[in-house]
């Protein structure tokens, strides 16, 4: 190719010609590319870099030499604040017009915004301000209405349950009444013809001993004859009556037939002000739509279980219901409990938490577990439950007398934790009825649900907090002795076959604590086995209990049978109960070592003692007991009991193998299926995602002010950054994009970890109790889409309007859209795996 010194041409205007090309290449639209001028001061050709060869007068400028992008160099496009047409031309933006590098036209400004002469970007300040304005009073108003949306919709509910209870309450007593009244009137009614009886039987007798004596007497026969013609002619007139006069009857006299020919039912009737008693028929199974009917016949039934109760307290529960609601029977599965040399050792270690436990807990009875501290109460109800992890199990349990996993029956079986793992942000009755829709089964009616819950509302004292929050530990909600109850609730609703509670009446007063048993035993009433872990019982709460399961440290049975015969018990080893001493507070007291059993007893030969009371095998380690005792011949093996001393190195190594044993248990635990043998089939995956989700949208809305903030500091960040971030048009506003990926993706990163991490002891139990875990996890990304949703419109509400960068609304709005969806998927992640702390650090780590 030719050099430029040699025969070389100028570019042509319009055309820029680079180094070593023999042909010129049009400017494309946007850029200005005129004849340079040559600069005698510099020797350059004006605006463009390139000089003219030394010595060489036949040369002079031409068009462009190069073309490069806006970032390198900018002298080929059009300069901001102008516009040009064509490439070769360039004219000034006017006022109310605005021109970037590179128009070639200009474009009007908003109403509300500033354009001088020559602008190169408009003035929208006025709409973020008008915007960040409206957003904030739209967020105080949500922050305001949202919690008074639920609060209204609860006035209308209790108000709907007010009014059926009164109506049921109502309809109870006017039936009492009723029948109170009819017996009276059967009563009287029978005296009267009794005494009418005797009457006609002795005119009958005078009659005939007239006629016998004086038949010709002309004045007997004419007082004889009107009475024969009265007795005759009554029936005429009463036969004639119906014919000559019908009467309708009255109002009050068809409810009460109608109350007299079925005494039993469902219809009820309004008392109101006079004589004015309308009959209202109670709708009866698909007919029962309405929250009110719904409502009216529960309190129906639970009235008329309280009469039925009060009249037949030797009848069961079931059958009492049975007789309120004349319909079969819902029979309980039974499950039983046997246990045989039941062995729990700690792995990593070789410590024993339980030894040798023998015996069963049975349906139909309320066993209490107690024992001093250390003695693993709550280890043993976790091993019956299928809960102990972290342990080699030994020994046997069987399901009604088969080897079989507990956990074929979890959907049948109630686990009340001694923590209240409630949710706080809910009412007492939405914790209930969310347990109840969730672990029925999905073809027990609705009416027959809430009849559930009401029962249970009930027979726990919950009446007059039901509408109230549980409370957490920022906000105050009900007070602890409710908040035990109602996590005891959430598995009663249910209707388990085992129900098993760790210290639940920890906590509560005598009065709440009689209250509490109260209602377990009628749950034993249907055959539900219930086994509890009680600390300090009182007498009267003592009695109360059928069956005891008394510890000693380490795991050892010291008694298991019935209440009534434990004294009796201790009685034969020497041990008497002082008086005015609770027993169960003695036995306690003797197994921590505050007391002193007696002359010739141990502690420590308790459990030999009920081992050998039995028949059971003594480990050989405890043989040295029997010696003592004086029952067995065997020698001592003095260092059976030893303990020999470990390093520092070797606790280290054994407490690390013992913690990776749990977290694999844990694991295995988690993730164990085992065939459903409850034969109860719960709400699939899509009900309970409705009710998952229902719950989700509520707490949600109480939890407005802290959306509120969220959304308002993504306001504040979206005007800072904006402010700060101006666009230049050399780097098309990369900066203000970079604050923005980070600002955003750390702030929802943050906002996402609390849809899981702060639920996760709440997430265990349901998912242990059968709930879907899949539902569980749809229905929280379902509500957190709509963050996802509205958070870019937030924060671009502000960026946009006050750094106006060239991009369209739209393209910024897509591109944050993907950024939180994905930010937030990360969130979840960290949520999961990790504890709130390390969450919150990791993601704040990987914003940056």
Same mark, same amino acid.
């Given at each position: 190719?030719?050099?430029?010194?040699?025969?070389?041409?100028?570019?042509?205007?319009?055309?820029?010609?680079?180094?070593?090309?023999?042909?010129?290449?049009?400017?494309?639209?946007?850029?200005?590319?005129?004849?340079?001028?040559?600069?005698?001061?510099?020797?350059?050709?004006?605006?463009?870099?390139?000089?003219?060869?030394?010595?060489?007068?036949?040369?002079?400028?031409?068009?462009?030499?190069?073309?490069?992008?806006?970032?390198?160099?900018?002298?080929?496009?059009?300069?901001?604040?102008?516009?040009?047409?064509?490439?070769?031309?360039?004219?000034?933006?006017?006022?109310?017009?605005?021109?970037?590098?590179?128009?070639?036209?200009?474009?009007?400004?908003?109403?509300?915004?500033?354009?001088?002469?020559?602008?190169?970007?408009?003035?929208?300040?006025?709409?973020?301000?008008?915007?960040?304005?409206?957003?904030?009073?739209?967020?105080?108003?949500?922050?305001?209405?949202?919690?008074?949306?639920?609060?209204?919709?609860?006035?209308?509910?209790?108000?709907?349950?007010?009014?059926?209870?009164?109506?049921?309450?109502?309809?109870?007593?006017?039936?009492?009444?009723?029948?109170?009244?009819?017996?009276?009137?059967?009563?009287?009614?029978?005296?009267?013809?009794?005494?009418?009886?005797?009457?006609?039987?002795?005119?009958?007798?005078?009659?005939?001993?007239?006629?016998?004596?004086?038949?010709?007497?002309?004045?007997?026969?004419?007082?004889?004859?009107?009475?024969?013609?009265?007795?005759?002619?009554?029936?005429?007139?009463?036969?004639?009556?119906?014919?000559?006069?019908?009467?309708?009857?009255?109002?009050?006299?068809?409810?009460?037939?109608?109350?007299?020919?079925?005494?039993?039912?469902?219809?009820?009737?309004?008392?109101?002000?006079?004589?004015?008693?309308?009959?209202?028929?109670?709708?009866?199974?698909?007919?029962?739509?309405?929250?009110?009917?719904?409502?009216?016949?529960?309190?129906?039934?639970?009235?008329?279980?309280?009469?039925?109760?009060?009249?037949?307290?030797?009848?069961?529960?079931?059958?009492?219901?049975?007789?309120?609601?004349?319909?079969?029977?819902?029979?309980?599965?039974?499950?039983?409990?046997?246990?045989?040399?039941?062995?729990?050792?700690?792995?990593?270690?070789?410590?024993?938490?339980?030894?040798?436990?023998?015996?069963?807990?049975?349906?139909?009875?309320?066993?209490?577990?107690?024992?001093?501290?250390?003695?693993?109460?709550?280890?043993?109800?976790?091993?019956?439950?299928?809960?102990?992890?972290?342990?080699?199990?030994?020994?046997?349990?069987?399901?009604? =007398?088969?080897?079989?996993?507990?956990?074929?029956?979890?959907?049948?079986?109630?686990?009340?934790?001694?923590?209240?793992?409630?949710?706080?942000?809910?009412?007492?009755?939405?914790?209930?009825?969310?347990?109840?829709?969730?672990?029925?089964?999905?073809?027990?009616?609705?009416?027959?649900?809430?009849?559930?819950?009401?029962?249970?509302?009930?027979?726990?004292?919950?009446?007059?907090?039901?509408?109230?929050?549980?409370?957490?530990?920022?906000?105050?909600?009900?007070?602890?002795?409710?908040?035990?109850?109602?996590?005891?609730?959430?598995?009663?609703?249910?209707?388990?076959?085992?129900?098993?509670?760790?210290?639940?009446?920890?906590?509560?007063?005598?009065?709440?604590?009689?209250?509490?048993?109260?209602?377990?035993?009628?749950?034993?009433?249907?055959?539900?086995?219930?086994?509890?872990?009680?600390?300090?019982?009182?007498?009267?709460?003592?009695?109360?209990?059928?069956?005891?399961?008394?510890?000693?440290?380490?795991?050892?049975?010291?008694?298991?049978?019935?209440?009534?015969?434990?004294?009796?018990?201790?009685?034969?080893?020497?041990?008497?109960?002082?008086?005015?001493?609770?027993?169960?507070?003695?036995?306690?007291?003797?197994?921590?070592?505050?007391?002193?059993?007696?002359?010739?007893?141990?502690?420590?030969?308790?459990?030999?003692?009920?081992?050998?009371?039995?028949?059971?095998?003594?480990?050989?380690?405890?043989?040295?007991?029997?010696?003592?005792?004086?029952?067995?011949?065997?020698?001592?093996?003095?260092?059976?009991?030893?303990?020999?001393?470990?390093?520092?190195?070797?606790?280290?190594?054994?407490?690390?193998?013992?913690?990776?044993?749990?977290?694999?248990?844990?694991?295995?635990?988690?993730?164990?299926?085992?065939?459903?043998?409850?034969?109860?089939?719960?709400? =699939?995956?899509?009900?309970?995602?409705?009710?998952?989700?229902?719950?989700?949208?509520?707490?949600?809305?109480?939890?407005?002010?802290?959306?509120?903030?969220?959304?308002?500091?993504?306001?504040?960040? =979206?005007?800072?950054?904006?402010?700060?971030?101006?666009?230049?048009?050399?780097?098309?506003?990369?900066?203000?994009?970079?604050?923005?990926?980070?600002?955003?993706?750390?702030?929802?990163?943050?906002?996402?970890?609390?849809?899981?991490?702060?639920?996760?002891?709440?997430?265990?139990?349901?998912?242990?109790?059968?709930?879907?875990?899949?539902?569980?996890?749809?229905?929280?990304?379902?509500?957190?889409?709509?963050?996802?949703?509205?958070?870019?419109?937030?924060?671009?509400?502000?960026?946009?309007?006050?750094?106006?960068?060239?991009?369209?609304?739209?393209?910024?709005?897509?591109?944050?859209?993907?950024?939180?969806?994905?930010?937030?998927?990360?969130?979840?992640?960290?949520?999961?795996?990790?504890?709130?702390?390390?969450?919150?650090?990791?993601?704040?780590?990987?914003?940056?």
């Amino acid at each position: 190719m030719p050099a430029r010194t040699r025969d070389s041409q100028p570019c042509c205007e319009g055309f820029f010609c680079p180094q070593g090309i023999t042909c010129m290449i049009p400017c494309p639209l946007g850029s200005y590319c005129p004849r340079g001028k040559l600069n005698k001061t510099t020797g350059i050709c004006d605006p463009y870099r390139y000089q003219l060869p030394p010595g060489k007068t036949n040369h002079t400028c031409g068009g462009a030499d190069i073309w490069a992008d806006v970032t390198s160099s900018s002298e080929v496009f059009c300069s901001a604040g102008s516009y040009c047409p064509t490439n070769t031309k360039k004219v000034t933006c006017s006022s109310g017009n605005y021109c970037r590098m590179g128009s070639t036209k200009q474009k009007p400004c908003f109403k509300l915004s500033t354009c001088n002469p020559e602008s190169a970007n408009q003035n929208i300040h006025a709409y973020g301000i008008i915007l960040f304005a409206a957003l904030s009073i739209t967020l105080l108003i949500f922050y305001t209405c949202s919690d008074q949306v639920l609060t209204t919709r609860h006035e209308r509910m209790a108000k709907s349950r007010e009014a059926a209870a009164r109506s049921a309450r109502e309809t109870a007593q006017a039936r009492e009444r009723w029948k109170s009244a009819k017996d009276g009137a059967k009563k009287r009614a029978i005296g009267l013809q009794q005494q009418l009886s005797r009457t006609f039987s002795r005119k009958t007798t005078v009659k005939q001993q007239e006629q016998v004596k004086v038949l010709g007497q002309a004045a007997n026969d004419t007082l004889f004859t009107p009475t024969i013609q009265s007795n005759s002619s009554a029936p005429l007139q009463s036969s004639a009556a119906p014919k000559a006069t019908k009467k309708k009857p009255t109002n009050l006299t068809k409810m009460l037939q109608s109350l007299e020919d079925n005494s039993d039912g469902n219809e009820g009737f309004n008392l109101e002000i006079g004589d004015k008693n309308i009959k209202k028929h109670m709708p009866k199974g698909k007919q029962l739509h309405t929250r009110s009917q719904i409502f009216k016949y529960a309190y129906g039934q639970l009235e008329k279980e309280k009469a039925m109760e009060e009249k037949t307290k030797d009848l069961t529960f079931s059958g009492v219901i049975s007789m309120a609601t004349d319909t079969e029977i819902r029979t309980r599965p039974v499950i039983e409990v046997a246990f045989k040399d039941l062995t729990l050792t700690l792995k990593g270690k070789n410590k024993h938490l339980m030894r040798c436990v023998t015996g069963k807990i049975m349906p139909g009875r309320v066993s209490a577990v107690m024992g001093p501290s250390g003695a693993g109460k709550t280890t043993f109800l976790s091993a019956l439950a299928g809960k102990a992890t972290g342990c080699t199990m030994s020994g046997l349990i069987l399901i009604n =007398g088969k080897v079989e996993s507990i956990y074929s029956y979890k959907k049948i079986i109630g686990f009340v934790p001694q923590d209240d793992v409630v949710h706080g942000n809910l009412t007492v009755e939405e914790n209930l009825r969310f347990s109840a829709r969730c672990r029925l089964s999905a073809d027990m009616p609705k009416p027959d649900k809430v009849l559930v819950v009401e029962r249970v509302i009930e027979s726990l004292g919950l009446q007059a907090v039901r509408d109230s929050l549980v409370g957490t530990v920022e906000k105050r909600g009900i007070s602890g002795g409710q908040r035990k109850r109602v996590n005891v609730g959430l598995e009663m609703v249910m209707e388990p076959s085992l129900l098993i509670l760790d210290e639940p009446t920890s906590g509560l007063d005598s009065a709440s604590s009689n209250l509490l048993l109260r209602a377990l035993r009628r749950e034993a009433l249907e055959g539900v086995n219930i086994s509890m872990v009680v600390h300090q019982p009182s007498y009267a709460l003592f009695k109360m209990f059928d069956d005891l399961i008394l510890l000693a440290k380490g795991g050892l049975t010291v008694y298991h049978g019935s209440v009534k015969k434990v004294e009796e018990y201790f009685a034969g080893l020497g041990i008497t109960v002082p008086e005015r001493v609770n027993p169960p507070d003695h036995y306690i007291d003797i197994l921590e070592g505050m007391v002193k059993p007696g002359s010739g007893v141990t502690v420590q030969q308790l459990p030999v003692r009920w081992m050998l009371h039995n028949g059971y095998p003594v480990p050989p380690d405890m043989m040295q007991y029997c010696d003592q005792i004086g029952t067995s011949s065997k020698g001592v093996n003095p260092s059976a009991n030893g303990t020999s001393e470990q390093s520092f190195a070797g606790d280290l190594w054994k407490d690390m193998v013992c913690n990776v044993e749990i977290q694999r248990d844990h694991m295995h635990h988690n993730f164990l299926k085992s065939n459903d043998l409850s034969n109860r089939v719960t709400p =699939g995956i899509l009900r309970q995602h409705r009710y998952f989700l229902g719950r989700a949208v509520k707490q949600r809305l109480r939890e407005a002010k802290m959306q509120a903030a969220d959304y308002l500091i993504l306001l504040l960040a =979206g005007a800072s950054l904006g402010i700060l971030a101006k666009v230049s048009d050399e780097t098309f506003g990369a900066l203000g994009y970079t604050y923005t990926v980070i600002a955003v993706s750390l702030l929802c990163k943050i906002a996402a970890l609390r849809s899981f991490s702060l639920e996760k002891l709440h997430y265990w139990r349901e998912r242990a109790s059968g709930m879907s875990s899949l539902a569980y996890f749809l229905s929280k990304d379902t509500v957190d889409h709509f963050n996802t949703v509205i958070k870019p419109l937030v924060y671009l509400s502000m960026f946009y309007f006050f750094n106006n960068p060239r991009s369209s609304f739209t393209d910024n709005y897509i591109v944050l859209l993907c950024l939180v969806y994905c930010v937030t998927g990360v969130a979840y992640v960290f949520a999961i795996l990790l504890e709130p702390s390390p969450a919150q650090l990791v993601c704040t780590g990987r914003s940056y």
